[in-house]
């Protein structure tokens, strides 16, 4: 696990710990001490912003830290091993998809950078199964801002002054972060939520073919809403992109608490018919995330039901769409869904 002690790190690392022996890396080794000791983990030193290599005898690499330069990328296809990734914004994403494929990976590579380590992605493949298909998918997203999260939770932030594209009615737009406002009841909390840059935009029409895939966000907090949509409209996110004014972003929505509730609701579409499904993990985003993550080493591992896969993949590209709901049960995290 590159990045195992972080606020999502350590999730995975409890819930992996009785399923395998891990080893933790990062930069500062002291501060894994006491989660390795929790866990029965090992813990080593592995900068990714030096120049040093590192190698380890593993069975599979889980990225739970940015891999700017696609070191861990590069180092677990030189090695043969299963790659997971849960940390690249579509950009990223992208350039990964192709430096995987253009090495030729003998091992599976699935880049789960979905919303909450591809939950979003693998709860639409499961409403996709019952109908026959996705010709529309629609996420909505509360963001809890009482939960506990780690300064890189907030990093979409910075991408908020990028246009991105979208796939809508089977065609490719471009389209302006924090717009087409709705408001959508997420569970029991009608949500006002706006346009963000997502990766399941861009894969769930080349996995799926969904035509529409859009994705939007929102807060607990009404005024936070309001403010952030307020200070999108002066142009900050224009104006203020840059190092310069990282910390002014970011500070706009990082105060992380001390626990709160994750929820996302995903509504999909396909010749007339429609399903929806609300996802709560009332162990917070961390975990939700760490969750994502934990079913997308199964899935590259083959203990998901169905045998290792070979290549690049998404997380809604699972062969077992149907045991979604299992599986996200078996770490405490709700699903509840009917007809929208």
């Given at each position: 696990?590159?990045?195992?002690?972080?606020?999502?790190?350590?999730?995975?690392?409890?819930?992996?710990?009785?399923?395998?022996?891990?080893?933790?890396?990062?930069?500062?080794?002291?501060?894994?001490?006491?989660?390795?000791?929790?866990?029965?983990?090992?813990?080593?030193?592995?900068?990714?912003?030096?120049?040093?290599?590192?190698?380890?005898?593993?069975?599979?690499?889980?990225?739970?830290?940015?891999?700017?330069?696609?070191?861990?990328?590069?180092?677990?296809?030189?090695?043969?091993?299963?790659?997971?990734?849960?940390?690249?914004?579509?950009?990223?994403?992208?350039?990964?998809?192709?430096?995987?494929?253009?090495?030729?990976?003998?091992?599976?590579?699935?880049?789960?950078?979905?919303?909450?380590?591809?939950?979003?992605?693998?709860?639409?493949?499961?409403?996709?199964?019952?109908?026959?298909?996705?010709?529309?998918?629609?996420?909505?997203?509360?963001?809890?801002?009482?939960?506990?999260?780690?300064?890189?939770?907030?990093?979409?932030?910075?991408?908020?002054?990028?246009?991105?594209?979208?796939?809508?009615?089977?065609?490719?737009?471009?389209?302006?972060?924090?717009?087409?406002?709705?408001?959508?009841?997420?569970?029991?909390?009608?949500?006002?939520v706006a346009r963000i840059d997502?990766?399941?935009?861009?894969?769930?029409?080349?996995?799926?073919?969904?035509?529409?895939?859009?994705?939007?966000?929102?807060?607990s907090s009404a005024a936070s809403?309001?403010?952030?949509?307020?200070?999108?409209?002066?142009?900050?996110?224009?104006?203020?992109?840059?190092?310069?004014?990282?910390?002014?972003?970011?500070?706009?929505?990082?105060?992380?608490?001390?626990?709160?509730?994750?929820?996302?609701?995903?509504?999909?579409?396909?010749?007339?018919?429609?399903?929806?499904?609300?996802?709560?993990?009332?162990?917070?985003?961390?975990?939700?995330?760490?969750?994502?993550?934990?079913?997308?080493?199964?899935?590259?591992?083959?203990?998901?039901?169905?045998?290792?896969?070979?290549?690049?993949?998404?997380?809604?590209?699972?062969?077992?769409?149907?045991?979604?709901?299992?599986?996200?049960?078996?770490?405490?995290?709700?699903?509840?869904?009917?007809?929208?």
């Open positions: 696990m590159v990045g195992g002690y972080g606020t999502v790190g350590a999730e995975l690392a409890r819930l992996a710990a009785p399923s395998w022996p891990l080893l933790l890396t990062g930069r500062t080794v002291a501060r894994g001490e006491a989660l390795a000791e929790e866990t029965g983990a090992r813990v080593e030193r592995w900068d990714l912003t030096g120049p040093e290599p590192f190698r380890a005898g593993v069975r599979a690499v889980a990225g739970v830290v940015n891999d700017p330069d696609d070191r861990v990328l590069r180092a677990a296809i030189r090695g043969g091993v299963p790659y997971v990734d849960i940390t690249r914004w579509t950009a990223r994403l992208q350039r990964a998809a192709t430096v995987a494929a253009l090495r030729g990976p003998t091992a599976p590579v699935l880049l789960s950078s979905a919303w909450m380590g591809g939950v979003s992605s693998l709860v639409a493949a499961a409403l996709a199964e019952e109908l026959g298909g996705a010709e529309t998918v629609d996420i909505a997203v509360r963001w809890d801002l009482k939960d506990r999260a780690g300064a890189d939770s907030v990093e979409f932030m910075d991408r908020l002054g990028l246009d991105y594209e979208v796939t809508e009615g089977g065609q490719r737009r471009t389209v302006m972060p924090l717009s087409d406002v709705r408001r959508v009841r997420i569970g029991p909390h009608p949500t006002k997502t990766p399941e935009q861009f894969t769930l029409p080349l996995a799926l073919g969904t035509a529409t895939a859009t994705t939007r966000i929102g807060f809403t309001s403010s952030l949509l307020a200070v999108k409209r002066l142009g900050f996110f224009r104006w203020g992109r840059g190092e310069r004014f990282t910390s002014a972003r970011r500070a706009l929505l990082y105060a992380p608490g001390e626990g709160g509730t994750a929820r996302l609701r995903i509504d999909v579409t396909h010749g007339g018919r429609s399903r929806t499904a609300t996802v709560t993990d009332d162990a917070g985003q961390a975990h939700l995330t760490a969750v994502g993550a934990m079913l997308a080493l199964r899935r590259v591992l083959g203990t998901d039901g169905a045998g290792a896969p070979r290549g690049v993949l998404f997380p809604e590209m699972t062969p077992v769409p149907a045991r979604v709901p299992d599986l996200l049960a078996e770490y405490g995290v709700q699903l509840e869904s009917g007809t929208a």
